[in-house]
């Protein structure tokens, strides 16, 4: 299957390591993976902070640049629970039902990693090996948004070597929310001490999400606790093999925090 990479900016900028993995656990299962190079930001921080019209402009951008694809994978399901729940709606505001309705169809070809690998591939044991003690994080956007349910956990039950430990209080939000946490500090704050809390007492030595945001989050303060509990993008533990059980992921040593 030829399958577009949807980088997101936060990968591409941030976190190329979950952009990397992805492409290498898509091409080690078969997939010809292209990286259309017009791509730029989903819109979802545009429309989230109330400016819609610079919003347009860029789901008119990913509908041009995706549309001559069939498949269009992201590591993110925040970014994919825009492009779902958000482009059309943007469109059908300014006016613009010939874009929605193309927005629509865009965006039915576009997956998270976990809901395309087990979807569309119809697989989850994925040829992993990952010999850590983990925890999962399933990040707001991915399970109210995307109702990608337990699909990330199937897959990682089933990677080799991987302890998989169940996270207290597992959906409670992280306390990121994009701009949420710049606006409402004090509350973000308070909602991360709640999840790290919570990550600790898994005695996990890796903690894992979908999403490069909420990653960010958790592994910053995970850092500055210096609790030697990192922070690992699911695509990085799903591309890992017994010849590299980082997935090729970019490794700095560290105390604690972010990958």
């Keep these: 299957m030829r399958v577009a990479l949807f980088v997101t900016c936060l990968a591409d900028a ?14 080690r299962l078969g997939h010809e993976v292209v ?37 269009v994978v992201a590591p993110s399901g925040s970014c994919v ?25 865009v965006a039915g070809r576009t997956y998270e990693l976990s809901e395309f690998l087990v979807d569309v591939l119809g697989v989850t044991d994925v040829g992993a090996y990952y010999p850590h003690r983990v925890t999962y994080h399933p990040t707001c956007h991915s399970l109210r948004m995307l109702r990608v349910g337990d699909r990330p956990l199937r897959l990682l039950r089933a990677v080799r070597g991987l302890e998989l430990v169940e996270l207290p209080q597992a959906e409670q939000c992280c306390g990121f929310g994009g701009t949420f946490a710049l606006k409402n500090a004090d509350t973000s704050t308070a909602m991360l001490a709640d999840k790290m809390r919570h990550v600790l007492a898994t005695g996990a030595d890796v903690c ?20 030697g509990v990192r922070t690992v993008h699911l695509a990085e533990i799903l591309a890992g093999t017994d010849a590299d059980p980082t997935g090729g992921a970019i490794v700095t040593p560290t105390s604690g925090g972010t990958r």
């Design 14 to 27: 941030l976190f190329p390591q979950a952009a990397v993995a992805t492409v290498r656990l898509l091409e």
């Design 35 to 71: 990286f259309p190079e017009g791509q730029t930001c989903c819109g979802q921080m545009h429309v989230n902070t109330g400016y819609p019209d610079d919003a347009l402009r860029l789901v008119r951008r990913y509908v041009r640049t995706f549309a001559p694809y069939d498949v």
């Design 81 to 105: 629970g825009s492009v779902r729940h958000q482009h059309a709606m943007v469109a059908r505001r300014a006016g613009d039902e010939r874009l929605a309705g193309r927005a629509e169809e």
């Design 208 to 227: 894992a999400a979908g999403d490069a945001s909420c990653l960010m989050h958790i592994g910053g303060g995970l850092s500055r606790l210096r609790a």
